[in-house]
């Protein structure tokens, strides 16, 4: 069966860097567009970014863009997002997200892993 | 950037029928994606492209797309729908996955 599990959140200071991972299995993780989605405690969901199957594009959102990179190992199955400069913001649940469609740019999100907490605390 | 409209809150009595809209400017031109989410528990998508249900997801979920409303539609609602919904949908003029801010369906 489809799993994604995160890992990497915890407690970190502000300014700080930090590399979350996605460790997947049970499908064909070089066929599917992948994402990171973020959800602060109490708040809804927000799209943080996405990466093409193969790894050649990536997008992401405004409120981390130079911050923080999305990129994958489709020989580790592996998705990561590292995120420098953190700020109190950034603080929330991190999940990592399969697209729905192989090889197919941005669609909807079939499965999602469990979330890593992140906490930005001085 | 392209924003998303869902009411906060929407009730509904259990048997009865909850309607759960998202707006958006020319909505019916893009592919609307639904989630429920449950306290602690990651989102599940319960819709893709506006009426497509995933397996699993029981018939009584129904979508449409239309004009400037995205519309989930739950029928004979049970206990166990109760969950934060969200739309989604991708915005290629900014190349954003953009959701809507959730609704919260409670079931009297």
């Known amino acids: 069966q489809v799993q994604l599990v995160e890992s990497g959140g915890g407690v970190v200071q502000p300014g700080r860097s930090l590399r979350l991972s996605c460790v997947t299995s049970?499908?064909?993780?070089?066929?599917?567009?992948m994402h990171w989605v973020r959800q602060a405690p109490g708040k809804g969901l927000e799209w943080v970014a996405v990466?093409?199957?193969?790894?050649?594009?990536?997008y992401y959102a405004d409120s981390v863009k130079g911050r923080f990179t999305i990129s994958r190992d489709n020989s580790k199955n592996t998705l990561y997002l590292q995120m420098n400069s953190l700020r109190a913001e950034d603080t929330a649940v991190y999940y990592c997200?399969?697209?729905?469609?192989?090889?197919?740019?941005?669609?909807?999100?079939?499965?999602w892993g469990q979330g890593t907490l992140v906490t930005l605390s001085s | 950037s392209y924003v998303l409209t869902q009411p906060p809150s929407v009730s509904v009595a259990p048997g009865k029928t909850a309607r759960i809209t998202c707006g958006g400017n020319?909505?019916?031109?893009?592919?609307v994606h639904w989630y429920h989410q449950k306290p602690g528990q990651a989102p599940v998508v319960v819709m893709y492209y506006d009426n497509d249900r995933p397996s699993g997801i029981p018939e009584r979920f129904s979508g449409s797309n239309s004009g400037n409303t995205a519309t989930l539609t739950i029928s004979r609602v049970e206990a166990g729908d109760e969950a934060d919904y969200y739309c989604?949908?991708?915005?290629?003029?900014?190349?954003?996955?953009?959701f809507g801010a959730g609704t919260k369906l409670t079931v009297l």
């Open positions: 020319n909505i019916e031109n893009k592919g």
């Open positions: 049970g499908f064909t993780f070089s066929s599917y567009g």
């Open positions: 997200a399969r697209d729905g469609i192989t090889f197919g740019g941005v669609n909807y999100f079939d499965y």
């Open positions: 989604q949908v991708w915005d290629s003029s900014s190349d954003h996955v953009v």
């Open positions: 990466i093409w199957f193969d790894g050649r594009i990536q």
